[in-house]
């Protein structure tokens, strides 16, 4: 709902092992960034999700 209502574009991290929160991304609609897959932060790898919702 939050995304819903503040719209625009989003961008999250999962764990490239993380398959639940992988998925969980995809449902709300988030597309995998393949320029930034496995970037290393902090102490672990991270891929990078975008989700750009247009303008009504």
């Given at each position: 709902m939050v995304i819903e209502y503040v719209g625009g574009s989003f961008m999250a991290t999962a764990h490239p092992e993380?398959?639940?929160?992988r998925k969980v991304l995809e449902k709300l609609g988030f597309k995998m960034d393949p320029t930034?897959?496995?970037v290393p932060?902090?102490?672990s790898v991270r891929d990078y999700f975008l989700l750009d919702q247009e303008e009504d």
């Open positions: 993380n398959i639940g929160s930034r897959q496995r932060k902090f102490d």
